[in-house]
């Protein structure tokens, strides 16, 4: 907590600078592209949302896995604290797409197989929230939540590769491959898109930090009133 409380506010300060830097560099700054003109600026809100939301996913699961073996609260928090987040950002790429497939597919949506793996993905977050607030015991909960994730992870991965996975479908192949190293478009796309991702990315730590801290002492609270109640 108190590592926490001194990290935050240089988090939102540099996720602040860098999203507002990406964002107006790359809405004001480039050029329009000469098969998408003007809609493929959507780009700097739908791909770095696409990526917060696939790796809020894999940072629960992570979370998940260290409950289940190591039964440490904080762990089982910080999903529970990240799954909104997650969620959020998954509604934001499923728009922005939508967005931009329209004027380029002529429709709003297709049975894409990277829309369809986000859109179970979409449904597993809400999933995940409502089992968190249906369950009483905050232990069963994080048991039975864990092992959601544990099954939600593979539409995770599927989100991730499914241009990879598939030869045929609408969406196009992935910005900014990580595993070979390259990408598929321009610099000038290229720099503010990337100061995008990382003030993303950072905004995601940010807010899941804040969250965990506020489910902790949520917990404490519950615990103390608890311990109350038994004294009365």
Not at 97 to 113: R, Y
Request: hydrophobic share 55%.
């Amino acid at each position: 907590m108190a590592l926490s409380a001194k990290l935050q506010p240089y988090l939102w300060a540099a996720a602040a600078f860098c999203i507002c830097t990406g964002l107006i560099w790359g809405f004001f700054g480039t050029p329009d592209d000469y098969r998408q003109g003007s809609t493929v600026k959507i780009i700097y809100l739908h791909v770095p949302s696409a990526l917060m939301a696939i790796n809020a996913w894999f940072m629960m699961l992570l979370t998940s896995l260290i409950w289940l073996v190591r039964r440490h609260h904080v762990s089982a928090l910080a999903a529970k604290a990240a799954a909104p987040v997650g969620l959020v950002m998954t509604l934001i790429a499923l728009i922005t797409g939508a967005i931009w497939g329209q004027p380029m597919w002529g429709t709003w949506w297709a049975w894409d197989p990277r829309l369809t793996s986000f859109l179970i993905l979409f449904l597993f977050y809400l999933g995940y929230i409502a089992l968190w607030e249906a369950v009483e015991d905050p232990d069963t909960a994080a048991d039975l939540t864990s092992v959601l994730c544990l099954v939600g992870s593979v539409f995770a991965v599927l989100s991730r590769y499914a241009v990879q996975f598939w030869n045929q479908g609408l969406h196009q192949g992935t910005s900014v491959p990580m595993a070979t190293g390259g990408r598929t478009v321009s610099d000038v796309f290229f720099v503010p898109l990337m100061i995008s991702m990382i003030g993303f990315g950072l905004f995601f730590v940010a807010l899941v930090l804040y969250r965990t801290g506020t489910e902790i002492r949520l917990r404490r609270a519950q615990a103390l009133r608890s311990r109350q109640e038994r004294e009365l």
